[in-house]
């Protein structure tokens, strides 16, 4: 591990009635660094990720961030801090303009006055301008320029994913948190998304990744978390845990 | 190959293009003159009928773009309306009587006092959705008819409140030309501002919310305070409606303000169109005016007993009726309402003229498929399951999603259609099972299922032929049991007891409900639920999707043993090349809705350009 810690997830439970979907789970990212969390369907990866966006409430333990505790916070108090989410699903935006999507990101940076925006100030139109201009330039930057005008929903499921992936990055954060930004895409298309971590890891972004493509885990984290119905199988560099027998088991499978 | 490939150097179908901006905005345009021009023909030449009724149609309206920013931007239900214009209206009663009573100043506190409402039943919405929300605004509706009626009992006032004829400086605005004038200046300043608002941030904020409120809230969105907004906003605008209808019709009572007159303003929106605020003024203009032009027609029949008295003595149980039955057919039919359908069938038509000229082109230069070679290895007719001939899938739009696609599925094989995103693969399952959604799809060419054309047929038809889909998502109910579904999907409910060898691992879960399954044990339910019903064809949908590389090769090794054992021809739709080739017989590969390539796994594998291109199995 490298630099100060960013990220911190201690003992984390978290409990459905009487499902255990993390049972003491914790683990630092520091900054900048591009860390995977990995296991088999329903070792609870994606509510570790839920846990730390404060979309669930853990039981117990404590999710820090740059050393300030935000287990207590609000979803969208938590993406104010400058931590953004990608989604595993793009489902939930589908009649949204691309352009719309993108700029959910600027929230905290455009003028979201009512009356202002009722009166077409001209202070709100040029915002509005510089806003979309700026969503426009990081769809260039990803060679995704051309979907810009589209609904998202009308789009190939990959370009989605990565659109999503995109937005996250509007919003300048210093810490993403992906939810299987590969699923679902061919292998061809995985190196856009890996491309796009790249350029994160360029700025200095914290990267925390679910991700199911071992390839894809092993060329691009730096370290991975193994779950296992909601335990922890350990933290460490991807060549020493993919190797690991009890790892193989229970998820590699080869 | 090489030949195969080729085809992909012919440019595809034009690719869809978003509406242009600058075609929107000349619609605009239009809709403003002609609206101005309606406007100024009513105050200059209207009948003094014509004004009255106009002068509903506007505050109605005023209401409806009040509730379409609530429902259609914001997402949230609310059968509240009757019951704002209400408290509009009695507050301008009771405030136009006092020395507030100054024109516009009544309507201003009416604003405030709907907004302060809004507030107090946005308090609910934060914690119930749907139906339990529409249901808690119907409990404000009754609360406010019943505190209206016993002020109108101690106040003596049992006909109503009398409202004061406004003035405003040297306007008479007890002249309905004067007062409908006025009507029509502030609708149309009310549709300038929402548009503005909902064109910068505030719009796409609300937008996010009726999309999903946790997404929203994960992207960063407060959603509270922006669902109150929405609450008090709207609210604010429908009690302007109210207090407006108070000085129109001068007279305040709480016979008005039935729950069928709540109702009415979710007609208006349905039918227009909950998306946009045009769609709430023709729903306005449609819904206000219906019984005037019923009661106009049953006037104009010949008197003196008949049709004619019974239209004219029936007319508000008609219009009623006709509420009721346009509401249910507006919701199953044209569920995004009358303006979007227009529009679309507007820009349709445009199209149309357009791509006239360009597809007879380019059927004029398309190849013609090598046959000869296709036609060698294929197995004889009778040893065939399925065989689609020049299949094609088209979309509303005009986007070509299925071109021309010959494949065939031979009896006891497993046949892989494989390709990337947006390839065409869905669509070709859904022209075969007769899955389409709502959306207007063509199909085109032949669907051969056991020889007999099927293409067209209803799922229901093509299932009882015993084609079973096992689809991408969506294919467990999470409060039933395992054993439950297997019951569900087994003829007669009785499951055959091989189960317990095929899909030992989903025996040992038989009693736990279905979402408390892994992902994996779900896509295991799925295709043993499809397993039970002995198909003709097996159709899987993305089976790999989202599954560990452990999982995926278990339920590849399920699926060739019904394969095996059972015999059942299976046609496997993947993204997952890898996965698919190591289990299939023979493979098609799909690129922008063709077939670029076929061959068996082995021919495909080692064919370098395809690995690289469609399959993405390269090292």
């Known amino acids: ?254 | 190959m090489t030949d195969v490939l080729a085809i992909e150097a012919v440019p595809a179908a034009e690719p869809e293009q978003p509406v242009g901006r600058g075609r929107a905005r000349r619609a605009v345009l239009v809709l403003w003159a002609a609206a101005a021009v309606v406007c100024i023909l009513l105050l200059t030449v209207g009948s003094d009928f014509q004004l009255f009724v106009s002068g509903f149609v506007l505050i109605y309206a005023i209401a409806a773009i009040g509730l379409q920013w609530l429902m259609g931007r914001a997402g949230q239900v609310s059968i509240g309306n009757a019951a704002l214009i209400a408290i509009g209206a009695y507050t301008t009663a009771i405030v136009s009587d006092t020395s507030w009573g100054v024109f516009p100043v009544p309507v201003i506190v009416s604003a405030v006092v709907g907004g302060v409402v809004g507030l107090i039943i946005g308090l609910p919405a934060l914690r119930l959705r749907g139906l339990y929300l529409a249901l808690a605004t119907l409990g404000l509706h009754f609360i406010t008819v019943f505190a209206a009626d016993r002020y109108q009992r101690n106040t003596g006032e049992l006909f109503g409140l009398q409202v004061a004829s406004p003035s405003l400086g040297p306007l008479d605005l007890a002249d309905r030309r004067t007062f409908v004038a006025i009507l029509m200046v502030l609708l149309a300043g009310l549709v300038l501002l929402l548009t503005n608002v909902y064109r910068f941030m505030p719009g796409r904020l609300w937008s996010s919310i009726r999309e999903s409120e946790l997404g929203a809230g994960a992207v960063g969105v407060p959603t509270v305070r922006w669902k109150l907004a929405a609450f008090v906003g709207s609210s604010a605008v429908i009690a302007v409606a109210g207090s407006l209808y108070a000085y129109y019709s001068r007279v305040v009572s709480v016979e008005t303000f039935t729950l069928h007159f709540a109702i009415s303003f979710l007609v208006m929106i349905i039918i227009g169109g909950v998306g946009s605020i045009v769609g709430a003024l023709t729903g306005a203009i449609l819904v206000t005016t219906a019984p005037y032009v019923l009661d106009s027609v049953a006037n104009r029949l010949p008197a003196g007993g008949g049709f004619g008295d019974w239209l004219d003595s029936n007319i508000f149980h008609i219009t009623n009726g006709l509420y009721g039955v346009i509401l249910v057919f507006f919701l199953l039919y044209q569920p995004e309402g009358l303006v979007p359908a227009l529009g679309r069938a507007g820009r349709w038509l445009s199209d149309r003229r357009r791509h006239v000229g360009a597809a007879e082109a380019k059927a004029e230069a398309r190849p013609t498929p090598t046959e000869a070679r296709e036609t060698e290895a294929m197995p004889s007719r009778d040893d065939i399951v399925l065989e689609l001939a020049g299949l094609g899938v088209r979309y509303g739009g005009g986007a070509r999603a299925v071109d021309d696609i010959d494949l065939v599925v031979p009896r006891d094989s497993i046949v892989a259609l494989l390709g990337r995103n947006g390839a065409g693969k869905t669509s070709v399952l859904r022209a075969i099972t007769g899955f389409f959604r709502s959306e207007e799809a063509a199909v085109e060419g032949r669907v051969l299922l056991d020889g007999k054309d099927i293409a067209g047929a209803t799922p229901t038809a093509t299932s009882r032929r015993g084609v079973v889909l096992v689809p991408e998502r969506d294919k467990v109910f999470p409060s039933l049991s395992v054993a439950d579904h297997l019951r569900l999907a087994a003829p007669h409910g009785h499951v055959k007891e091989e189960i317990f060898d095929i899909f030992p691992r989903l025996t040992q879960r038989m009693k736990t409900p279905a979402g408390l399954l892994s992902g994996g044990e779900r896509q295991m339910l799925a295709v043993a639920m499809a397993w039970v019903r002995n198909p003709k064809l097996l159709l899987l949908d993305e089976v790999s999707l989202g599954l560990a590389p452990i999982l995926t090769r278990e339920l590849l090794d399920r699926i060739v043993e019904i394969n095996e054992r059972d015999r059942i021809p299976v046609l496997l739709v993947e993204q997952n090349a890898k996965a698919a080739l190591s289990i299939a017989h023979y493979a098609y590969v799909l690129e922008s809705g063709r077939v670029v390539a076929s061959g068996t796994p082995s021919e495909l594998e080692f064919d370098p350009a395809l690995t690289g291109a469609y399959l993405g199995t390269a090292p």
């Not at chain 1, 499902?19 to 990866?45: M, Q, R, S, W």
């Open chain 1, 1 to 254: 591990m490298t630099g100060p810690v960013q990220l911190e997830v201690r003992s984390a439970v978290l409990t459905f009635g009487g499902l255990v979907a993390l049972d003491d789970v914790g683990f630092t990212a520091a900054d900048g660094e591009i860390f995977g969390i990995v296991g088999p369907n329903g070792a609870g990866k994606s509510a570790l990720l839920n846990c730390i966006t404060g979309v669930y409430r853990m039981d117990s333990g404590s999710v820090r961030y740059r050393g300030q505790p935000i287990e207590r916070l609000k979803p969208h108090q938590i993406a104010a801090l400058g931590v953004a989410r990608t989604f595993q699903n793009t489902d939930y935006f589908k009649h949204l303009a691309v352009e719309d999507f993108l700029m959910l990101s600027l929230m905290s940076e455009q003028p979201t006055s009512i009356v202002a925006s009722a009166l077409a100030l001209p202070r709100i139109r040029r915002r509005d301008r510089e806003g979309r201009a700026e969503a426009r330039g990081f769809l260039e930057e990803f060679g995704l320029g051309a979907y810009a005008a589209h609904t998202l929903g009308a789009l190939p499921y990959g370009v989605q994913k990565r659109i999503d992936i995109v937005r996250a990055l509007v919003a300048k954060p210093s810490l993403i948190l992906m939810d299987e930004p590969t699923s679902g895409m061919p292998v061809a298309e995985r190196g856009a998304v890996a491309d796009i971590i790249r350029h994160a890891r360029a700025r200095a972004i914290t990267v925390v990744v679910v991700d199911h493509d071992v390839d894809f885990v092993r060329r691009e984290c730096d370290r991975l978390l193994v779950l296992d119905r909601g335990a922890s199988l350990g933290v460490g560099s991807p060549d020493e845990l993919l190797t690991r027998e009890d790892v193989i088991q229970a998820y590699v499978g080869v």
